[in-house]
């Protein structure tokens, strides 16, 4: 039986190595989507263009707009003398923030009065306007703080109310990489397990060389390990290339076990080939089976928390997610990656692994025997 199985791998292996397309698919596509999603699947706001209508021209009224061009949230386009310009700027997306300070400010400000600014939000992007809002009223409130201490020569450390101290864990920067490169890895291991391994078996078939090895004295299950095996060694070789660049260049912290990611990402492997294997017996094409594979995969990243929290979504779609084996990868990549989790806290999601892999495998050797039959 192994003599048989490392045949037909042997011949699978030549065939990769004689197709230079397909090896460019998959050592060199993985990388090109790490960068692109890394890149451009960020929570991350920067330098949002924000336009300012300065009605009062005092000192104390620049002091706000240097605190505001102090981060880099915020990129301050020019100023404006009417609101009608203000308006015009934001109806056109030139700008996406106005800072509004009205005339008088200056004088409520030294004399310790109530001093009002006005803020103008675009929320047609409800990503962007939400941190922007966020960081524009955290920069008022340091600058009401400070103007506290220097005015008034208040100390608001001794002032009655609470004094929260928040700490971040595990992710201390709140940076957007940390937490979105552990699930592209995730979902670029599916989308090529999944991909490969229905075209690899789908080729077979178009090329009409699936009849020849059926003659032979090669069993199903057999047939279907020696095809398996070379992709498998290929998702973990693709694993640890773009590992190491989200560790290397967008500069993620491995906190956990390698040995136990490998492991429990093998239990995903064992899932995704399955379903690969599934769309092998549907597909008759390799075309097919690459549009088969989209239908499977888009719905997963939706619906897995890579994009959105599960938590937001509406209960039956919550409910529906835990059909999705990427939804217990993200929370061991995440957790081992980025919290540096041991296997204690992973158990259900490794058991849910486990039982989806031997579940879609079984099923999928078992219409593949079928077809071939």
Known sequence: MLRRISAVIYKEVLHILRDPRTLAVMFLIPVVQLFLLGYAATTDVKHVPMVVLDGDRTPQSQELVDAYRAVDAFRIIGYVERQEDLARLLDAGTAQVALLIPKGYGADVLAGRPATIGLVIDGSDPTVANNAYAVALSIAQNHSTRILRQVLHLDPRRMPGLDPRPRVWYNPELRSANYMIPGLIGTILQFL??????????????????????????????????????????????????????????????????GLLLALSGLFLLSSLGFGLLISTVASTQREAMLLTYFLLLPSVFLAGFLFPIQAMPQALQWISYLIPLRYMLVILRGIIVKGVGVEPLWDEALALTLFGIAVMGLAARRFQKRLE
């Open 193 to 258: 397990t999944m991909l490969l391994t229905a075209q690899a078996i789908v080729r077979e078939r178009e090329q009409g060389t699936m009849e020849q090895l059926i003659v032979t004295p090669i069993r199903p299950a057999e047939l279907v390990i020696g095809k398996v095996v070379p992709y498998v060694a290929i998702a973990f070789i693709d694993f640890g290339i773009i590992l190491m660049l989200g560790a290397l260049w967008f500069r993620v912290p491995i906190r956990g076990h390698l």
